[in-house]
Protein backbone atom coordinates (compact mmCIF):
# COMPACT_ATOMS: atom_id res chain seq x y z
CA UNK A 1 0.00 0.00 0.00
CA UNK A 2 1.69 3.25 -1.52
CA UNK A 3 0.59 6.84 0.35
CA UNK A 4 2.92 8.58 -2.53
CA UNK A 5 1.01 11.23 -4.12
CA UNK A 6 4.26 13.72 -5.03
CA UNK A 7 4.66 12.31 -8.43
CA UNK A 8 1.05 14.16 -9.81
CA UNK A 9 1.69 16.88 -7.78
CA UNK A 10 4.94 17.88 -9.39
CA UNK A 11 3.88 16.56 -12.83
CA UNK A 12 0.73 19.22 -12.45
CA UNK A 13 2.93 21.82 -11.27
CA UNK A 14 5.61 21.35 -14.17
CA UNK A 15 2.33 21.42 -16.47
CA UNK A 16 1.36 25.14 -14.84
CA UNK A 17 4.40 26.00 -15.13
CA UNK A 18 5.01 25.30 -19.01
CA UNK A 19 1.98 26.58 -19.47
CA UNK A 20 2.39 30.20 -18.16
CA UNK A 21 5.80 29.99 -19.89
CA UNK A 22 4.46 28.97 -23.14
CA UNK A 23 1.70 31.76 -22.72
CA UNK A 24 4.18 34.73 -21.85
CA UNK A 25 6.06 33.90 -24.93
CA UNK A 26 3.19 34.00 -27.15
CA UNK A 27 2.32 37.33 -25.83
CA UNK A 28 5.53 38.68 -26.16
CA UNK A 29 6.16 37.76 -29.44
CA UNK A 30 2.14 38.91 -29.92
CA UNK A 31 3.48 42.26 -28.54
CA UNK A 32 6.24 42.27 -31.07
CA UNK A 33 4.61 42.01 -33.86
CA UNK A 34 1.70 44.37 -33.10
CA UNK A 35 4.38 47.25 -32.25
CA UNK A 36 6.04 46.43 -35.81
CA UNK A 37 2.59 46.58 -37.14
CA UNK A 38 1.87 49.85 -36.07
CA UNK A 39 5.02 51.72 -37.28
CA UNK A 40 4.12 50.16 -40.75
CA UNK A 41 0.61 51.99 -40.40
CA UNK A 42 2.40 55.30 -39.38
CA UNK A 43 5.11 54.44 -42.10
CA UNK A 44 2.37 54.17 -45.49
CA UNK A 45 0.09 57.37 -43.62
CA UNK A 46 3.01 59.20 -43.76
CA UNK A 47 3.69 58.34 -47.13
CA UNK A 48 -0.10 58.46 -48.80
CA UNK A 49 -0.21 62.23 -46.82
CA UNK A 50 2.83 62.99 -48.71
CA UNK A 51 1.59 62.20 -52.05
CA UNK A 52 -1.84 63.74 -50.97
CA UNK A 53 0.05 67.07 -50.05
CA UNK A 54 2.06 67.04 -53.27
CA UNK A 55 -0.57 66.49 -55.47
CA UNK A 56 -3.00 69.26 -53.84
CA UNK A 57 -0.33 72.07 -53.84
CA UNK A 58 1.41 70.66 -57.73
CA UNK A 59 0.15 70.03 -60.53
CA UNK A 60 -2.98 70.85 -62.64
CA UNK A 61 -6.34 69.19 -61.10
Same mark, same amino acid.
Given at each position: ?13 ? =? ?18 ? =? *? ?16 ? *? =????? =??
Amino acid at each position: MTTSTSGSTGTSFW =KILAIVIGVLIIVSIGWSLV =K *AFMWIAVVVLVIIGLFTV *A =KAFGG =KS
